[in-house]
């Protein structure tokens, strides 16, 4: 019933949605709405990204120069005018807390997005790849979108049906099930301390967060935006010691940027996938 449940929620907030939803502590228990589905990861690649830099030998205070020819974002760096020296952990923090695009490509060049691949074959994410790095994402859309111009272009449902970004086929993708495992990874490692606090101090709180409006619940996440694509990727744990890993990807059937009811079905599908583990 839960999953009937999610997928009318999907369909009354005007989105085609895809979740998995997992017990930590009892992975036997899991609700799968299309959770073997690829997907647009958009930004929630980032995740991976940074469970890569915790997992290599590189020395996380080591400090890069971002000059101007960095990628744009409205961001962190992305969105600054003057060089910028900063640690990979710090560029780690921006990444992942404001999904920094300029602080995720510069670890990308750092570590290689080969590495990243390499490792999500290693956790067994065997639908998850790689393809193009954050500040891509704008360069590919303008190319596909061609002759339009954008941001104009992306109103248009047969431009949008033409853009590699949102192929998941041809972008950046993997599963529901695929990101949860991740999470399962990064909750079951003391390396990956590091990754658990960036993404509880991530600073949107319309998506999965939304879904969970309690003092005592603490919910960490990972969000990934693109034209008509809103995803979210967490872990909820309750006061009790619950932990479920939650992954929600949409897209809207609208191509309107500001859809409040398709970011907040994000936490709607969670709190119901999660109710649901949490009565056994």
């Known amino acids: 019933m839960s999953a009937a449940r999610i997928r009318a929620a999907f369909a009354d907030a005007g989105v085609t949605g895809h979740l998995h939803a997992v017990d930590l502590d009892r992975p036997d228990r899991e609700v799968c709405v299309g959770a073997d589905r690829r997907v647009v990861l958009a930004s ?38 003057d060089p910028v020296t900063m640690s990979l952990r710090d560029l780690a923090h921006l990444a ?16 290689g997005l080969g590495s990243l691949n390499a490792l999500a074959r ?11 790095r954050a500040g891509e994402f704008t360069a590919v859309i303008a190319e596909d979108a061609r002759p339009a111009t954008l941001p104009a272009a992306l109103a248009d449902p047969v431009v949008l049906a033409r853009l590699r970004a949102l ?53 960490a996440g990972k969000t990934g935006s693109l034209p008509t694509v809103r995803n979210e ?32 079905v994000i936490g709607t599908a969670a709190r119901l996938a999660v109710e649901h583990l949490r009565r056994g």
């Open 96 to 111: 992942i807390t404001v999904s920094d695009n300029a602080a995720a490509d510069a670890l990308v060049d750092v570590l």
């Open 167 to 219: 192929d998941p086929d041809r972008t950046t993708r993997g599963t529901p099930r695929d990101l949860t495992r991740l999470l399962a990874h990064a909750w079951a490692h003391d390396g990956c301390a590091p990754v658990r606090r960036l993404m509880g101090l991530q600073v949107w709180p319309h998506r999965l967060a939304s879904g969970f409006p309690f003092d005592d619940v603490r919910v």
């Open 122 to 132: 290693d956790l067994g994410l065997r639908d998850t790849e790689v393809v193009h």
């Open 233 to 264: 990727v967490g872990v909820v744990e309750y006061p009790d010691g619950g932990r479920y890993a939650v992954a929600v990807f949409t897209r809207s059937a609208s191509t309107a940027f500001t859809l409040p009811a398709a970011d907040a």
């Open 44 to 81: 929630v690649f980032k995740v991976l990204l940074v469970v890569a830099l915790h997992h290599s030998d590189l020395d996380p205070t080591t400090r890069l120069t971002l000059d101007h020819h960095r990628a744009t974002g409205p961001t962190g760096i992305g969105a600054m005018l």
